[in-house]
């Protein structure tokens, strides 16, 4: 079946917010969640049925309507990275990453708002991907120790030949390539030169579905990173990390 999605995440010191729409052949999905940092609560919903307006997403506007949340984000440009990788002997996968977004906008949850001058990351993919797909992935922003302005997109199981992947990471704005990553479940990810970056939970959304054709183990923290990118010591890193097995 044609896979197809677009996530988007900001990620602040204060608050963090992912969203999303998916379409698996006929079936839709959408969902957000909202992590408060500072009074340590989590607001999310997912649906699994056609239609529905809580997350709509027009080029770089997207909002998020539900109870007691909702959101005006505003994306910006940054230059993205784009690759094209088989999967399995017969399909294929295609991915649009952005990260270090410039994001604006509002959100509101649970009585509170967040004016927000952030960045974040966007996320665009489709494909025939082979029938069983697993992964893990990571996308984050920050300083590194010198100042400058980092952000990444790091992948193990899907869209990561050697070459031509979707891994990333971007230094003011710029993306390069790191060679092949692997990740310690879902605390750390280990570089080719041994540079590794811990990643510290804060709060898990996790869900898993079974609907016969379609089947999906979903696991999506929101935390913290520290230690090394690639080899650049991180000063202060927000972000996610995430593990999906699906069969598709």
Known sequence: MRKRWRYVGVYTPEVMLCAARAEIGPFRQSFWAVWDR?????????????????VTMDGPEVRVQGRDV????????T?????????????????????????????????????????GVDDESAGYHQRHTSWHWSAGVGRAANGQVVAWNL???INDPEERSERAIW?????????????????????ADGARLEFEAESERARDDNLLVFRSRYRHLFGTFSGSLDGLELGEGFGVMEEHEAVW
Do not use: M, N
Not at 92 to 114: E, F, L, N, Q
């Open 38 to 54: 500072e009074g340590r609560r989590r607001h999310a919903h997912t649906r699994v049925l056609p239609g529905g307006s809580e």
């Open 70 to 77: 909702a959101a005006e984000l505003h994306f910006g440009d």
């Open 79 to 119: 230059a993205p990275v784009e690759s094209l990788c088989p999967s399995g002997e017969r399909g294929y996968g295609w991915t649009r990453k952005r990260a270090g977004v410039p994001v604006s906008g509002t959100i509101d949850a649970g009585g509170r708002r967040w004016r927000v001058q952030a960045r």
């Open 155 to 157: 992948v193990s199981g």
């Open 171 to 191: 230094l003011g704005g710029v993306p390069h390539e790191p060679r092949p990553v692997s990740f310690s479940g879902l605390e750390a990810i280990e570089f």
